[in-house]
């Protein structure tokens, strides 16, 4: 493919292109009443500035560089600041549990970690006799003899001292994410300078057709796959983007759309299904103005995008995404839709069925799904035997269960290990979901593997009531009988336990546990 520095392609082309002074990055205050706003030519200085920074460390082609931050400019500037010298940015959540940071940071080896006071307090005793991270510099504090990570951001945008990117090749490595765990340890997933630009332009520009009068919101945070290449492909295609730090609330949500108006938004569905009873008469027109909306992550129930279709008028787009292929290879939009699926492939991308020795399925037949796309993973880091195993010439497989129908629309039944064996049935957690989240008390719900006391799997569900629903037995029992009715009897819950919301993973995602002896 030749040359390609993924630091360019997102800044520098902008700020040669004449649109220097365009505002790529919105960052909402604490309070979400007030934001920072930097220019491609003050992104392009801050970047260069920690590139020199990282460089004084002796950081250097494809030395890993940690970036265990809040969505901010400066996780930003530390994720370009790395790709610009060639080194490879490993995107950590600061939401995992002190062991599993402790995992990732063994596991990836950076030669320097970004990060705050709060983050390393956590880690620190956890990752005091490892031999990496030689350097650790905090963001909002001196340490050692490094100065604040912010302090070189912010003397950075009035320097005029220009590093050019490095001269990498569109198929060097660029940066690792690691899965979000929601099933197991999180694993590195490589990706090549030219994986973001492939997403980008056959998602972003080509399918939702938003381009660089358009201003994105990612509610999925930036140590997401989904959200990193949601706010970085603003800056593939000229646009701007919002970033935001704190707790994405519903009532925050509204808060920031109301002040930095977007035209496109991407969330979790469990987003769209919380926001649903706080939008009123003061931020709807707000709402409506947004041209976009896509939805990942997780599965869209059928009663959430009913719902935001028939109350204002609002198409959220869904399809099949993964840490492996960055972003969408499905499309369910406008264009081609199919209730209940998850669209049909993108132009340029591939998906097939197939069992575990990685033989086609014919339509209809459950298997797992195979992707490929020029933004696929070449390989999982420090795993050679889970890549050997799941990636095979460009295809990738994953631990996705699917089915193709007849016109080939992709519809989802669950993960591999999430499928629950009740009665000695197979039984997807999604479609009782589905079933629950239809019945007029219901506002959230999520169905898990539990076990009796003889330990046999049953299935358990989580059950949010909307505002003013008491959680009574009689509900349980309607609740059971409205699932009898409407599936086949062996897939009614054998519990239903009401909660006040639902856990979920550092990423957002509903999460699903299994429950020992509910």
């Known amino acids: 493919m030749g040359r390609l520095n993924l630091t360019e392609e997102l800044v520098d082309r902008w700020v040669k292109a004449g649109n220097a002074d365009k505002p790529c990055l919105f960052e909402v205050d604490k309070l979400a009443e007030s934001f920072t706003a930097v220019t491609y030519r003050e992104l392009c200085s801050i970047t260069c500035r920690v590139a020199d920074f990282l460089k004084d460390l002796g950081i250097s082609w494809f030395n890993r560089v940690g970036i265990l931050l809040p969505d901010s400019i400066a996780w930003v500037a ?90 990498t090749q569109a198929d060097d490595f660029a940066f690792i994410l690691y899965t979000s765990g929601s099933t197991s340890l999180p694993k590195g997933v490589i990706h090549l300078q030219h ?42 295609l000229g646009a701007s983007a919002i970033v935001d730090g704190e707790r994405s609330t519903p009532e925050r949500v509204l808060k920031i759309v109301s002040l930095l108006e977007p035209t496109a938004i991407f969330a979790a569905a469990t987003l769209y299904a919380r926001l649903l009873d706080k939008i009123d008469e003061r931020n709807l027109e707000k709402i409506r103005k947004i041209r976009v909306m896509v939805s990942g992550g997780e599965h869209l129930p059928a009663k959430v995008w009913e719902t935001w279709y028939r109350k204002f008028e609002k198409f959220i787009i869904d399809g099949i995404g993964s840490t492996e292929y960055l972003h969408k290879v499905t499309f369910n939009g406008p264009s081609s839709f199919k209730q209940g699926s998850l669209g049909k492939a993108l132009p340029g991308h591939r998906v097939m069925v197939v069992d575990e020795e990685w033989n086609e399925l014919p339509p209809n037949k459950v298997g797992r799904l195979a992707v490929e796309c020029d933004a696929c993973t070449p390989l999982y880091w420090h795993k050679a ?55 007029p008390s219901v506002l959230e719900a999520l169905v898990v593997k539990a076990e009796d006391e003889y330990g046999l799997e049953r299935v358990k569900a989580l059950v949010v009531l909307k505002r003013g629903i008491a959680p009574t037995d009689d509900l349980v029992r309607e609740l059971k009988e409205y699932v009898k009715s409407r599936l086949e009897p062996y897939k009614r819950p054998e519990w239903i336990e009401f909660v006040d919301e639902l856990p979920s993973t550092v990423t957002g995602k509903r999460k699903r546990i299994v429950l020992r002896r509910a």
């Open 78 to 167: 530390s994720f370009l600041g790395s790709i610009r010298i060639g080194a490879v940015p490993v995107v950590i959540s600061p939401l995992n549990r002190p062991e599993v940071l402790a995992y990732i940071i063994k596991d990836s080896r950076p030669k320097a970690l970004l990060t705050d006071h709060e983050a390393y307090e956590r880690i620190r005793s956890e990752i005091r006799d490892f031999k990496y991270p030689k350097h650790v510099i905090l963001v909002d504090e001196s340490l050692s003899d490094h100065p604040p990570l912010n302090s070189i951001i912010s003397s950075s945008i009035k320097s005029e001292d220009y590093v050019p990117p490095a001269e």
């Open 195 to 236: 994986d973001l630009i492939e997403a980008a332009d056959s998602l972003f520009k080509s399918a939702l057709g938003l381009g660089s009068e358009d201003r994105f919101y990612s509610v999925s945070k930036l140590y997401f796959s989904f959200g990193m290449t949601n706010t970085l492909s603003a800056l593939r």
């Open 385 to 439: 035997d889970v890549s050997k195993k799941n990636i095979r010439g460009g295809w990738v497989m994953l631990d996705d269960l699917c089915y193709l129908d007849d016109e080939g629309f992709l519809h989802h039944v669950g993960r591999a290990d999430e499928m629950i064996k009740q009665s000695g049935m197979w039984v997807s957690p999604f479609e009782i979901e589905d079933v629950l989240m239809s019945h």
